[in-house]
């Protein structure tokens, strides 16, 4: 068995060759080949040896490929597709909302694991994936072949009624996924009356970053309070109560005066008029943002690899092996486990998706009993947080990760402390998986 010391051991070894790394249109600064750098980090290992390809840069994505090399050294050839030239931060992009962050200071690029890590980079969509043959095709034709496959696409959107159009989608962005949409959606914010509304909307669990939305409830409302006298922030919730850290939410839901709805269903959007239509009855605004219901991003369903609600991809949580697809692994948001979608967790499942194929490029059995563990701050108002943690353990009686000591913990109230320490936890978080 190849135990975590012997790793460590081997990581410590100078003077290991690396293969140099494949290129295609990544930001220039990003260019520069540093083969003693990867040589400080990714040993030469014998007898572990194979060819993966992982689809999707992000949280999930990224971190494996990172640990696949310096866990598995310089015999495992890693290849990662992304179809953007830098990474975006969905963590901390509801601060973009309250003028505190802006998308820029979110965004990560691939430099470090190209350079340091020697792994091959591609910029590119993948749209097909075929399990059989084990290959992939990227939409300019490049075929790659793997041994193994890690999918973290991260998510996409159900369409809702009234957001059909890319005009609609832009009166009414969702910004769940970090980028030009959060700073539209910053300006759109900011731009509003005095006395003005904002109405947003959560989908029905399970969607990405559980406390998520709460939080940017909060964020916007305190921003409001403090610039838009008699602003209104209206919570339309299709859940039947707050999905993470409920007193911290309620606390500060109560402060900032958010009107918040359970079980609220979108029936349709008119973007004309600014009003959404729900079971509830029609809200109008000034601006809305509606959230909507989501599944695991297209790669995994156009290619018919979503057997769980057709949404999700179900998984072995030793591998993160799709439990009908062999030799592809799914991580992160798109995969159907019992742990939250959020990018601490993507984080955790892509070491123990490293772990498990090193472990079987050596002929050795995945790590029987796997722990992971989540963290997540939020902030409450401009310079206080809150926190919610858990642990999880392999249960093998149900094959699933379950929370060790039945339940997560909640920080007991929000702090300045917490909001310090969640600019720490966030920097170390994107270090371990882009630095
Ligand atoms: C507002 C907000 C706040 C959040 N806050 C937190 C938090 O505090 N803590 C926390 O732990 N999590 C948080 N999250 C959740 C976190 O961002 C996600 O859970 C995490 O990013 C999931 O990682 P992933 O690898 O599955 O997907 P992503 O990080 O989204 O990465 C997916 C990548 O795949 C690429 N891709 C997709 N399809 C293809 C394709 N066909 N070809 C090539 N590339 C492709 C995409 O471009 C993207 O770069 C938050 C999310 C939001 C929206």
Known sequence: MIKRRDFIKLLSSA????????????????????????AAVVPTIAGVKGRVV???????????AKYLRM?????????????????????????????????QSLQYGYGNLANKYGIRMMQGNVVAIDPVGRKITLADGTLLAYDKLVLSPGIDFETVPGLETAEAQAKV??????????????????????????????????????????????????????????????VLDANPKIMAEPNAFLEGFALHGIQYYTNAVIDH?????????????????????VIPPQRAGAVITDNGLADVGGRWTGVNVLTY????????HVIGDASATTQ???????????????????????????????????????????DTASWLTAVFGFDAATGTMKVVGGAATEAASR????????????????????A
């Open 71 to 103: 866990w598995g050294g310089t015999g495992v050839d890693v290849t990662l597709v992304e179809r953007e030239p830098v990474y975006t931060s969905n963590i901390m992009s509801n601060l973009v909302l309250n003028g505190q962050r802006t998308v």
């Open 15 to 38: 003077g290991v060759g690396m293969t140099a790394a494949g290129w295609s249109g990544f930001a220039a600064a990003d260019k520069r080949r540093t083969t003693s750098a990867a």
């Open 415 to 434: 702090s300045k402390d917490n909001y310090e320490e969640m600019l720490k936890w966030f920097n170390t978080l994107m270090s371990d998986s882009f």
């Open 54 to 64: 992982v689809i999707g840069g992000g949280m999930g994505g990224a971190t494996v």
């Open 340 to 382: 939250p979608k959020a990018g601490h967790i993507a984080n955790q499942e892509a070491k123990v998706c490293a772990d498990a194929m090193v472990r079987a490029f050596a002929g050795k059995n995945p790590d029987p009993s796997p722990v992971t563990n989540s963290s997540c701050y939020s902030p409450i108002t401009a």
């Open 321 to 328: 092996e799709a439990n009908h697809i062999a030799g592809v």
């Open 173 to 234: 962005p969702h910004a769940w996924k970090a980028g030009q949409q959060t700073t539209a959606l910053r300006n759109m914010i900011a731009a509003m009356p005095n006395n003005g509304a904002f109405v947003m909307s959560i989908p029905a669990a399970p969607y990405r970053c559980p406390p998520g939305p709460y939080e940017r409830a909060c964020v916007v409302a305190d921003w409001l309070r403090r610039n838009k006298p008699g602003a209104r922030v209206i």
């Open 269 to 289: 959007v008119d973007t004309g008029s600014m009003s959404v239509y729900t079971n509830l009855g029609r809200v109008d605004a000034n601006v809305i943002n």
